[in-house]
């Protein structure tokens, strides 16, 4: 209500964009997102997917700097 | 102002960010990481290296060479292009829904609490830790209280920025800005308090281990930082450009 009540005062020409038109932008493109945020900082970490190590080994110095638990 | 045009200019922006966060972290942090690693070899801690474990003197399955190049570069460009696309796509959420802001004000405000509640508060309660510090036995652990906390993080910033947004009519700005960081801290103090603490740092040198963390925390404010600049802009430039067509479409319908 209150961003309805402030918007004519001095931002009546401010864009939105509906929550409708952006969801199925934020769902596809956020769990993609969340999906290669996983593979760099935890795979074959505490969870493997594929199992073994190259991903850990290849990215490991990422996953060190970016500060995600690692060893 | 299209979810399209956001998320685009979220992942170049996250591009810019991933090029530049690598030369920090290979100018900045390998020096450190290599320190670390150093010290690793010449004690006689856990070993790091997971094929020579059992005492077998196999090659690494990754060169350190290319963990410190490749591997680094391959980690901050994908890190970058995902918290950019996601940081694009927050921002075309809120925009114009964030008070009075402009859209280039309202993106630099999502990328400043972002930064905030995804690297900075999470950092203070689980450091980055150089190799060498850290067991492999308690990977599982501390992978998972680390997300927890950083879960808890965000989602306690977009509860309290939501609210802020809510309550500025009845409270006005000043007090629903401040409320919210409030409610944030509380609930973040706490939380630090109750989450489990994870020390194994051991005989670890102090210094070594400071150099590494400051690090560590410059590439991630250089993550955000570049992230939040290169995006602010680019939304600048394309509202610029909507206004500019929207203002010669009113002065071709008024001739």
Known sequence: MSQHAVAPVAGADLPTIPLRELAPWALFFGLLGLLVLFFISADQGAVSIPSGTLIHEWVHDGRHLLGYPCH | MSPRAFLVRGLLAGLLAGVVTFLVAYSVGEPQVGAAIALEEAGDGHSHSHAAEGGEEEAPEVS????????????????????????????????????????????????????????????????????????????????????????????????????????????????????????????????????????????????????????????????????????????????????????????????
């Open chain 2, 64 to 255: 350190r060479a290319n963990q410190s190049t490749w591997g680094l570069l391959t980690g901050t460009l994908a890190v970058g292009v995902a918290l950019g696309g996601i940081v694009g796509l927050v921002a075309a959420a809120t925009l114009g829904r964030l008070g009075r802001l402009t859209p280039g004000q309202s993106t630099a405000l999502v990328t400043l609490i972002g930064f905030v509640a995804v690297a900075l508060v999470p950092f203070l309660k689980y450091p980055a830790t150089p190799p060498a510090v850290g067991s492999g036995d308690t990977i599982g652990v501390r992978t998972a209280v680390y997300f927890a906390f950083q879960a808890l993080s965000v989602v306690a910033a977009v509860v309290v920025a939501y609210a802020a947004v809510r309550l500025r009519g009845r409270f006005g700005t000043y007090l629903a800005v401040v409320g919210a960081i409030a409610a944030y801290l509380a609930v973040m103090v706490v939380a630090g308090e109750l989450f489990p603490t994870v020390n194994e740092v051991g005989d670890f040198p102090a210094d070594t281990l400071w150099f590494f963390r400051r690090a560590s925390l410059i590439t991630l404010a250089t993550m955000w930082g570049v992230l939040g600049v290169a995006l602010t802009g680019l939304v600048i430039r394309l509202y610029a450009a909507e206004r500019a067509v929207a203002e010669r479409k009113a002065l071709a319908a008024s001739l």
